[in-house]
């Protein structure tokens, strides 16, 4: 079983910043990638930023410039740098994880941490 925990959430006046953090556990064989996302109520589920096994990272339109994800993916962990928020980066966001739990091939999971609240307001 795969959890992911995640810490970091709370509330910053506009032009602050925020450092979100997610440890996944468990019976992991390879991490194979580890994203987070963000969803506002009333919005459809976002995609903020990725990385997977190698070290490649992708960002959001929105997030690029201001947003940086890092981390140790052979350690389960990954880290999301949010910078200049904006009342516009409020929103529950939530660290996914890709995983394969054997070492052949047909037993991948797809994980989901419980979410955290980012709110920017004055």
């Known amino acids: 079983q795969v959890q992911l925990e995640e810490s970091g959430g709370g509330l910053v006046q506009p032009g602050g910043s925020l450092r979100l953090s997610c440890l996944a556990s468990g019976m992991i064989f390879r991490m194979k990638s580890m994203d987070w996302y963000r969803q506002a109520p009333g919005k459809a589920r976002e995609l903020v930023a990725s990385?997977?096994?190698?070290?490649?990272?992708n960002y959001a339109d929105s997030a690029h410039g201001r947003f940086t994800i890092s981390g140790d993916i052979a350690n389960n962990k990954i880290y999301l740098q949010m910078n200049r928020l904006k009342p516009e980066d409020t929103a529950v966001y939530s660290c996914n994880a890709r995983v394969d739990y054997c070492r052949g091939y047909g037993c991948s999971l797809d994980v989901w941490g419980q979410g955290t609240q980012v709110t920017v307001a004055s």
């Open positions: 990385m997977n096994s190698r070290g490649a990272t």
